[in-house]
Each structure stands twice: as structure tokens, then as C-alpha cells.
């Protein structure tokens, strides 16, 4: 049987795919997790080796150390079925396998090739931008959707969420009024899209619209805040308007509502807590006790380690916030001591943990002991690679706010200068702009805003 877009599979249960089909739509839609659906399709059809590979990538997305183990189970469970595989599947198979062995980028371009031949393949659309982001790959997440969506029709199901993949791309390369019309475009069909809603809430942070992103969350929030699990990330996302215009208290009542406790279920929620209460702290707001809350319930184990350095990361974060500068650095030496060991060398995270991870955190630990000097100059030396541990522009901006507090901290107006020049020149005065130029005592002039 072919997928409803002409895709060839490997079973022939009517059954079995109409349920993969559901959990591909819940992968892209993140309305539940989609196990439930994959157990249905295996069950249906107990020799298909694709929803066990689904099972496989949809634990990995979740980029946490305990799910490579079960992964690697379900792996396991579907290639003594690969022989009924149809080719894409087989390339699915090849893509996670790579991935379960921390090869990223081997598993991108698995899928690019894919994609060449069946660029109507939703899985590998989805699955390939999840670790272009993962990896920080820009380029990538504009130009596969963008390859594959001339190809595809606009009465499927799934074409708002591919077109809302494009979107998110081109705001990632800074193409703004294209990302926002096509993921308003995504949108005007008749499902609840909340990429779509993610990528426009990307374009208003970046150019400084903290108003009218507050406004387009609460608009759209009966698509996304109730039973997504996409939601905690919007709430982070209107969490930085919020922040943009120094309503620290409000920022304090969306983490213990919506960010904190029994809220958090998985690590990439915990990351967006950290973040918010690591961007509190430079302002100066008491955020210790929350910051403890978070770290208690946060997996901190050594085999935890570069796992993921954008998550190894804003652990540290959490952990400086909290006031536990030792925990920090034992926490430093663990992301250590799992980068340099060679058996794990070709690993993307590995290498980019030694390359810009360690660093980074290096820094933050300076930053700690009043060595600012230092702190100061390894974070702007690590700005032009901090892409390659993955997130977004608007969530690496962490990196340039903790610049500038350690530029504040440390008289260093050079860097102050520098970066508040760049804020400026990029989208128009916001309050928190304004407040980094009053610390560091800098003088903002009239400028065009975008006009660098």
C-alpha cells in the first residue's frame, strides 16, 4: 500500500497505517505522544517495520540519555522486518539507527536523499527538521521544506504543518515577512497548527514586537495550550514578551504556572524554565528557590552528559541560578569527562561539546568567580560558532544577555557597547534594551532599527 501521499510502505493493513498515519499527524502537530498509536499500527500489523522505527525517532526527538536505550530496543525490534520494508522505510531505518549513534548529521543527509526521491515524505520532512534545529543547520531548515512543498498538494492533511516547517526556516534566516505570511498561511486551513503559531511568535520577537506577540498567543492559544505538548514552549515564548518589557512579575507567575512542578514532564521544558529564570537572574530578580525546584527534578547524571550540549547547557544555567556554583562545576566536569572520551568522538555532540559547549559553560562558571575579564571575552570569541549547539536565534540570545551582564559586571565597555549597538541596529528600543544601555551607562542615539 502506498501513505496517503503516494509514498510506497510496507504493509498492507488498512488498519495498521490509518494508525501510523495518526501518530505521524500527533509527531507534527504534538497533540499527545503518538505511542498509543504506534502500539495500535504494530498490533495490526505485528511484521511492519516502520512503526517501530517511528517509536525510535519520537524517543530520541525527546533528546534525553534514558530514551537511547528504548530506542534502541525498538530498533532492534524492526530490522528483522526490514525485508517487507518499502525503500523510504529502509531509510527511515538507516536515519534513526544514525541518530540512536549520535550521528546527526549522517542522518540529515540520509534524509536529503530521501527526500529527493519522495519529497512527499511527511517523516523525514518533519524528522529532518527537528535535527536541523537540534544542530543549529539554518540553511537546512529553510531550504528541505522548500525543495519538497512544490510537490505537494494543498488539500492534504498535513500540508499546513509542512508549510509551518518552511516558516519556521525562513525565520531562522531572517526572512521575517515571508516566514510570517506563510505561517499565517498555514494557519487559514482547517487544523490547529502549532508550529505555525511558533514561527510568527519567532518573527515578533525578533523584531522587537513584544506587543503584538503577547496579543497573538492569547489570539491563538485554544490551538495550542490544551493538551499540546508543545504548549510549555509557547508559554516560554510569551514569557520573553513578557521579559522584553521588564514585567518580571508576570514572567515569575508563567513559570509557577505553566513551568515549574508538576508541569514539567521532559527535559526540553525544563530547558525553557532554566532559560527564563537564567534571564531573570542577569536582571537582578531573586530566583534561587525556583531554580533548586527545577534542578531537583532535573536527570544531572554523569551518563546524562553531552547527550545534548544545548541541554547540558541550560542545566548549568539552572544550576548557577540556583546558587550551587560547586554543583555547577561537578556538573562541568561530568559534561567533561563523557566529551573527551575518544570511544564517542564521531558523535555530533560530543564534538560540539568540546568545541563550544565546554566553553560556554567555562565562561558561566567564570562569570561566577568575578572573573569577568575572562568570561567576557570567551563568550564573544564563542558567538559566531554558539549556533552549532543547536536552538534558535531568539534562544541563543541567552548567551549575548549573560554577555552583557558579565560586560556590566565587569566594566567592560567595549563589549557593552558592541552588543547594545547590534540590539539596536536589529529591531527597535524595547524596555529591556533600554535597560541594558542605562546599566552599562551607554547613550542610545536615533538609528534606523533593522538597518543593520
Given at each position: 500500500?502506498?501513505?496517503?501521499?503516494?509514498?510506497?510502505?510496507?504493509?498492507?493493513?488498512?488498519?495498521?497505517?490509518?494508525?501510523?498515519?495518526?501518530?505521524?499527524?500527533?509527531?507534527?502537530?504534538?497533540?499527545?505522544?503518538?505511542?498509543?498509536?504506534?502500539?495500535?499500527?504494530?498490533?495490526?500489523?505485528?511484521?511492519?517495520?516502520?512503526?517501530?522505527?517511528?517509536?525510535?525517532?519520537?524517543?530520541?526527538?525527546?533528546?534525553?540519555?534514558?530514551?537511547?536505550?528504548?530506542?534502541?530496543?525498538?530498533?532492534?525490534?524492526?530490522?528483522?522486518?526490514?525485508?517487507?520494508?518499502?525503500?523510504?522505510?529502509?531509510?527511515?531505518?538507516?536515519?534513526?539507527?544514525?541518530?540512536?549513534?549520535?550521528?546527526?548529521?549522517?542522518?540529515?543527509?540520509?534524509?536529503?536523499?530521501?527526500?529527493?526521491?519522495?519529497?512527499?515524505?511527511?517523516?523525514?520532512?518533519?524528522?529532518?527538521?527537528?535535527?536541523?534545529?537540534?544542530?543549529?543547520d539554518a540553511v537546512g531548515l529553510r531550504l528541505r521544506p522548500a525543495r519538497a512543498l512544490p510537490e505537494w498538494d494543498a488539500a492534504d492533511p498535513l500540508y499546513p504543518y509542512a508549510l509551518a516547517l518552511h516558516a519556521f526556516g525562513l525565520e531562522e534566516n531572517h526572512l521575517y515577512a515571508q516566514a510570517e505570511e506563510t505561517a499565517r498561511r498555514a494557519l487559514t486551513y482547517d487544523a490547529a497548527v502549532p508550529w505555525a503559531v511558533h514561527a510568527v511568535a519567532h518573527v515578533m520577537e525578533m523584531q522587537g514586537r513584544f506587543d503584538?506577540?503577547?496579543?497573538?498567543?492569547?489570539?491563538?492559544?485554544?490551538?495550542?495550550?490544551?493538551?499540546?505538548?508543545?504548549?510549555?514552549?509557547?508559554?516560554?515564548?510569551?514569557?520573553?514578551?513578557?521579559?522584553?518589557?521588564?514585567?518580571?512579575?508576570?514572567?515569575?507567575?508563567?513559570?509557577?504556572?505553566?513551568?515549574?512542578?508538576?508541569?514539567?514532564?521532559?527535559?526540553?521544558?525544563?530547558?525553557?524554565?532554566?532559560?527564563?529564570?537564567?534571564?531573570?537572574?542577569?536582571?537582578?530578580?531573586?530566583?534561587?528557590?525556583?531554580?533548586?525546584?527545577?534542578?531537583?527534578?532535573?536527570?544531572?547524571?554523569?551518563?546524562?552528559?553531552?547527550?545534548?550540549?544545548?541541554?547540558?547547557?541550560?542545566?548549568?544555567?539552572?544550576?548557577?541560578?540556583?546558587?550551587?556554583?560547586?554543583?555547577?562545576?561537578?556538573?562541568?566536569?561530568?559534561?567533561?569527562?563523557?566529551?573527551?572520551?575518544?570511544?564517542?568522538?564521531?558523535?555530533?555532540?560530543?564534538?560540539?561539546?568540546?568545541?563550544?559547549?565546554?566553553?560556554?559553560?567555562?565562561?558561566?562558571?567564570?562569570?561566577?568567580?568575578?572573573?569577568?575579564?575572562?568570561?567576557?571575552?570567551?563568550?564573544?570569541?564563542?558567538?559566531?560558532?554558539?549556533?552549532?549547539?543547536?536552538?534558535?536565534?531568539?534562544?541563543?540570545?541567552?548567551?549575548?544577555?549573560?554577555?552583557?551582564?558579565?560586560?556590566?559586571?565587569?566594566?567592560?565597555?567595549?563589549?557593552?557597547?558592541?552588543?547594545?549597538?547590534?540590539?539596536?541596529?536589529?529591531?527597535?528600543?524595547?524596555?529591556?534594551?533600554?535597560?541594558?544601555?542605562?546599566?552599562?551607562?551607554?547613550?542610545?542615539?536615533?538609528?534606523?532599527?533593522?538597518?543593520?
Amino acid at each position: 500500500m502506498n501513505d496517503p501521499r503516494g509514498n510506497p510502505t510496507g504493509t498492507a493493513s488498512q488498519q495498521s497505517l490509518d494508525a501510523a498515519q495518526r501518530a505521524l499527524w500527533r509527531m507534527m502537530s504534538f497533540f499527545d505522544t503518538p505511542l498509543a498509536d504506534l502500539d495500535a499500527a504494530s498490533a495490526a500489523d505485528p511484521g511492519w517495520a516502520l512503526p517501530h522505527v517511528m517509536r525510535a525517532g519520537f524517543l530520541l526527538s525527546l533528546t534525553e540519555a534514558q530514551y537511547v536505550t528504548p530506542a534502541r530496543a525498538a530498533l532492534d525490534a524492526a530490522e528483522p522486518l526490514l525485508g517487507g520494508a518499502s525503500e523510504p522505510e529502509r531509510a527511515h531505518f538507516s536515519a534513526v539507527r544514525r541518530l540512536a549513534e549520535g550521528r546527526w548529521s549522517d542522518a540529515c543527509r540520509t534524509w536529503d536523499t530521501l527526500l529527493l526521491a519522495h519529497p512527499r515524505d511527511a517523516l523525514a520532512l518533519q524528522w529532518a527538521q527537528l535535527w536541523d534545529f537540534h544542530r543549529g543547520d539554518a540553511v537546512g531548515l529553510r531550504l528541505r521544506p522548500a525543495r519538497a512543498l512544490p510537490e505537494w498538494d494543498a488539500a492534504d492533511p498535513l500540508y499546513p504543518y509542512a508549510l509551518a516547517l518552511h516558516a519556521f526556516g525562513l525565520e531562522e534566516n531572517h526572512l521575517y515577512a515571508q516566514a510570517e505570511e506563510t505561517a499565517r498561511r498555514a494557519l487559514t486551513y482547517d487544523a490547529a497548527v502549532p508550529w505555525a503559531v511558533h514561527a510568527v511568535a519567532h518573527v515578533m520577537e525578533m523584531q522587537g514586537r513584544f506587543d503584538d506577540g503577547a496579543a497573538w498567543l492569547r489570539q491563538q492559544q485554544a490551538g495550542w495550550a490544551e493538551g499540546n505538548g508543545f504548549a510549555g514552549h509557547l508559554w516560554w515564548h510569551l514569557g520573553l514578551f513578557r521579559l522584553e518589557t521588564l514585567d518580571t512579575i508576570g514572567v515569575l507567575r508563567l513559570i509557577d504556572a505553566h513551568l515549574s512542578g508538576e508541569a514539567i514532564e521532559i527535559t526540553l521544558q525544563r530547558v525553557d524554565a532554566a532559560s527564563l529564570l537564567w534571564r531573570l537572574h542577569l536582571l537582578g530578580v531573586d530566583v534561587a528557590s525556583r531554580a533548586r525546584d527545577l534542578v531537583a527534578g532535573w536527570p544531572l547524571d554523569e551518563a546524562d552528559a553531552s547527550h545534548s550540549v544545548f541541554n547540558d547547557l541550560h542545566a548549568m544555567l539552572a544550576l548557577m541560578a540556583s546558587g550551587d556554583p560547586a554543583r555547577a562545576e561537578a556538573w562541568l566536569a561530568s559534561v567533561a569527562a563523557q566529551a573527551l572520551r575518544a570511544e564517542d568522538a564521531k558523535r555530533s555532540a560530543v564534538v560540539v561539546a568540546r568545541e563550544v559547549g565546554l566553553p560556554l559553560m567555562r565562561a558561566l562558571l567564570a562569570l561566577a568567580r568575578g572573573q569577568c575579564d575572562v568570561a567576557c571575552e570567551t563568550l564573544y570569541q564563542l558567538r559566531a560558532s554558539a549556533q552549532r549547539i543547536g536552538g534558535s536565534h531568539a534562544q541563543r540570545d541567552v548567551i549575548d544577555q549573560t554577555l552583557l551582564a558579565a560586560a556590566a559586571k565587569g566594566g567592560r565597555h567595549d563589549f557593552a557597547r558592541a552588543l547594545v549597538n547590534e540590539r539596536v541596529m536589529a529591531k527597535p528600543i524595547t524596555p529591556l534594551t533600554q535597560y541594558w544601555a542605562d546599566r552599562l551607562q551607554i547613550a542610545l542615539r536615533d538609528r534606523a532599527p533593522g538597518s543593520g
